[in-house]
């Protein structure tokens, strides 16, 4: 649960066990550190300005692996973004508060066919 714990979020014993026989998984734990060690996002950064579509950056309020400030800077040099502060959730927001993140991709789905049917 330290780990977890590390993330700035609370899961309930099930989610620990799940991210726990994740980490016993020697191909996950393998699969994870090769993407990490892969990343590269400078080609991801020099084109983010030319995004037309709406992105909307959330983020966990309580987030200890990746600070909220960072989707708030990215959110403001993006012309069609917006920041989404998630009150109380961590960076494992998805898992602490399912209920909410779905809410934020359904709204955002709506949002998006309203766009595109005014955009018609």
Same mark, same amino acid.
């Given at each position: 649960? !330290? #780990?977890?714990?590390?993330? $700035? ?6 989610? *620990?066990?799940?991210?726990? $026989? ?7 734990? @393998? ?7 892969? &990343? @590269? +996002? ?17 983020? $966990?309020?309580?987030?200890?692996? *990746? ?5 708030? %800077? +990215? ?10 502060? +998630?009150? $109380? +959730?961590?960076?494992?927001?998805? %898992? %602490?508060?399912? %209920? *909410? *993140?779905?809410?934020? #991709?359904?709204?955002? &789905?709506? !949002?998006?066919? !309203? ?6």
């Amino acid at each position: 649960g !330290h #780990l977890i714990a590390s993330t $700035g979020s609370r899961l309930d014993d099930a989610g *620990v066990a799940h991210y726990r $026989g994740l980490m016993g998984q020697p191909d996950h734990v @393998r699969g994870v550190l090769d993407m990490l060690a892969n &990343w @590269r +996002l400078d080609s991801l950064q020099a084109q983010l300005p030319r995004l037309q579509l709406p992105l909307w950056l959330a983020a $966990g309020l309580s987030d200890r692996t *990746v600070a909220p400030v960072r989707s708030l %800077e +990215l959110a403001r040099r993006l012309r069609h973004a917006r920041f989404v502060p +998630l009150q $109380g +959730l961590g960076h494992l927001a998805h %898992e %602490e508060a399912p %209920e *909410v *993140v779905n809410g934020l #991709l359904m709204a955002l &789905w709506d !949002h998006t066919r !309203h766009q595109a049917a005014a955009d018609v």
